[in-house]
């Protein structure tokens, strides 16, 4: 079965750039996304279709792709982003997220 | 405002049945994919499966097939997530969520709305 593969953990200091990776087989194919969860939150769609921002998330947020890789960069970091991030994509008739990331902002 | 409204946190037996509800709102109910996500606690996001309410078309992921059933009454814009035998290891968080259907070569799905979560907890 299809695998997405994400960092549990990643950190970064306030105004810095924060990158969180999600890697599977060739997910440049598949059109991943972003989901952002707050503690005790649902998630939240911050990137779909590799790049793409729906609307009310701000600028910082960010995504790209690179054949077997999704990366979801957060630039200007803020001390509200720290949240867990899953990566998401659709492969065999399937949703197959990632195992989350949780970003720290210190 | 598109909004998925979920049922109440619920307190259950194992072996008892139960059926959860999303009712959705501010847009075509019928012409969306919705579906359900398990978040047990300390956990992340597992997809159980999406229904169209248009025509009632299901699709499960394999890990869960047979485990729950997904159904939806267009007429009040409700979908539902049921079992018939719950288990302990059933305790978790289940949010509903609105699915987009793209097409680029193949279709592919992704959540732009999800409702707030129905809380299960399954004990003896």
């Known amino acids: 079965s299809y695998e997405l593969t994400q960092p549990p953990s990643v950190s970064v200091s306030p105004g810095q750039t924060a990158s969180i990776t999600c890697s599977g087989d060739k997910l440049g194919d598949k059109f991943a996304c972003w989901y952002q969860q707050k503690p005790g939150q649902s998630p939240v769609l911050v990137i779909y279709q590799h790049t793409k921002r729906p609307s009310g998330i701000p600028e910082r947020f960010s995504g790209s792709n690179s054949g077997n890789t999704a990366t979801l960069t957060i630039s200007g970091t803020q001390a509200m982003d720290e949240a867990d991030y899953y990566c998401q994509a659709w492969d065999s008739s399937t949703v197959i997220f990632g195992g989350g990331t949780k970003l720290t902002v210190l | 405002e598109v909004q998925l409204v979920q049922s109440g946190a619920e307190v259950k037996k194992p072996g008892e049945s139960l059926k959860i509800s999303c009712k959705g709102s501010?847009?075509?109910?019928?012409?969306?994919?919705i579906g359900w996500v398990r978040q047990m606690p300390g956990k992340g996001l597992e997809w159980l499966g999406i229904i169209y309410p248009g025509d009632s078309d299901t699709r499960y992921s394999p890990s869960f097939q047979g485990q729950v059933t997904i159904s939806a009454d267009k007429s009040i814009s409700t979908a539902y997530l049921q079992w018939s035998s719950l288990k302990a290891s059933d305790t978790a968080m289940y949010y509903c969520?609105?699915?987009?259907?793209?097409?680029?070569?193949?279709?592919?799905?992704?959540?732009?709305?999800w409702g707030k979560g129905t809380t299960v907890t399954v004990f003896s």
């Open positions: 501010g847009y075509s109910f019928s012409n969306y994919w």
């Open positions: 969520a609105r699915h987009v259907e793209a097409y680029n070569y193949y279709y592919y799905y992704y959540m732009d709305v």
